[in-house]
């Protein structure tokens, strides 16, 4: 009984956390899922505009790389994809989500926290982004995306619904494709801490 409720109080504390997150984000955040807010934070586009990622690219990148963008990108993409490839990824396709299977409320703490560290690893990986001319353009636009997407698919899969994580799984293959073919190839560190 006292394990069932150390695993049950952080999973309370992790869905408080996402659902809060997502109905109180700030108009400048990229995790509030909304399109307007994605497009308004870049100030690159209207805010009418259909862009359901809110792809919008920065209205400027930089002509030279500075402060190992490339490696401080590829590092923080690593550990995002990493886990969410191991905590929402894996266990979804092994059907861990489903109501009464082994070790679902263990699933489902670990995919809370894991949407709050990709969340971050990604914020991270478009912040070095920016700082690259080559993965500017091409990249923050996908990042955006599994940025906005993992916590939509969190909270989908608290519902029963497993169709965020396949939207998850395109951006993060869109990312890995763009990056490698602007040189810089994503290996996921699959034993990302998720603290």
């Known amino acids: 009984m006292k394990r069932l409720l150390a695993l049950l109080m952080p999973l309370t504390l992790v869905m408080l956390l996402v659902a809060g997150c997502s109905k109180s984000s700030p108009a400048g955040s990229a995790g509030s899922g909304s399109a307007s807010s994605g497009a308004a934070s870049s100030g690159a586009a209207p805010s009418g505009s259909s862009a359901a990622s809110g792809s919008a690219v920065p209205t400027s990148c930089p002509t030279e790389a500075t402060g190992f963008a490339k490696t401080k990108f590829v590092t923080h993409a690593a550990l995002g994809f990493g886990a969410f490839h191991?905590?929402?990824?894996k266990p979804f396709r092994a059907g861990t989500f489903r109501s009464g299977a082994h070790g679902r409320i263990t699933a489902f703490i670990k995919a809370g926290l894991a949407a709050l560290f990709i969340k971050r690893e990604?914020?991270?990986?478009?912040?070095?982004?920016?700082n690259s001319p080559a993965l500017c353009k091409a990249i923050l636009s996908p990042l955006r995306t599994v940025s906005e997407t993992v916590q939509d698919a969190v909270s989908k899969l608290r519902q029963g619904d497993a169709s965020g994580v396949g939207a998850i799984q395109s951006a993060v293959s869109q990312v890995e494709s763009q990056a490698s073919s602007h040189g810089s190839k994503i290996t996921e560190n699959s034993n990302a801490p998720l603290s």
């Open 86 to 89: 191991r905590y929402i990824y």
């Open 122 to 130: 990604v914020r991270l990986a478009g912040d070095a982004a920016q």
